[in-house]
């Protein structure tokens, strides 16, 4: 079967702009988590979505926010971007349920540079 | 919320010995510990994972170790090979995954 989807893999962005990042997660997954990835900073967790609603949400600004459609597929955007949002953005889905022992399977991420 | 710590961040080994990477982690809640590997540009992979029922669980070359009490959990990889070089994350979660900050193996031919 498919696996998780991103979109799109390389943007370039200038700082101040916004973006809009898409994950679809595998078929029958009705979780989708977002991960930040830099250097040194290993995996920081973003939000998770399952079933349209933001289940969990990490420690960043407010410039980053998400939202989950119907069909599963994910979309995170950042706004006002600034030099330090460079980064790999990592989707993730699961079946996601509720004990928290959900094996995650990842997409390939989006790189995004902001000059 | 939960704090993972991972050591160490960088680790190079002969091929064929023994590699063992450690985590801790800060919420005692917290029951599900998974490991991933990711390889050079590549996206992170689950290799093993224990839950907090269990001390130990082995796959192949592959073991993780969890003491709950002293809140810290281990993964040992024997006879490694040259495959093995990657970024391994360890992981805690109660509801969500918090990630260690990564380590790079290498593996010395």
């Known amino acids: 079967k498919a696996g998780v989807t991103q979109t799109p893999r390389y943007l370039i962005k200038t700082r101040g702009q916004q973006v809009t990042l898409s994950c679809s997660p595998i078929s029958g997954h009705r979780s989708v988590s977002w991960y930040q990835q830099t250097p040194g900073q290993g995996l920081q967790f973003l939000f998770e979505y399952f079933s349209e609603t933001q289940r969990n949400k990490g420690n960043f600004p407010g410039r980053f926010s998400g939202r989950q459609f119907s069909n599963s597929r994910s979309e995170m955007n950042v706004s006002t971007l600034e030099l330090g949002d460079s980064a790999l953005y990592l989707c993730?889905?699961?079946?996601?349920?509720?004990?928290?022992?959900?094996?995650?399977?990842f997409g390939a991420g989006s790189r995004l540079t902001v000059l | 919320g939960e704090n993972v710590e991972q050591h160490p961040s960088t680790l190079s080994v002969q091929e064929g010995d023994s590699a063992v990477i450690k985590c801790t982690y800060s919420d005692s809640a917290s029951n599900y510990f998974p490991w991933y590997k990711q390889e050079l540009g590549k996206r992170p992979q689950l290799i093993i994972d224990?839950?907090?029922?269990?001390g130990e669980k082995k796959d192949q070359r592959i073991a993780v170790t969890l003491n709950k009490t002293a809140k810290h959990f281990s993964l040992h990889i024997t006879e490694t090979q040259p495959e093995d070089s990657a970024v391994y994350f360890c992981a805690a979660s109660r509801e969500k995954l918090t990630f260690g900050t990564g380590t790079r193996l290498t593996i010395i031919p």
């Open positions: 993730a889905s699961s079946f996601g349920g509720l004990s928290g022992a959900n094996v995650l399977t």
């Open positions: 224990i839950r907090s029922n269990v």
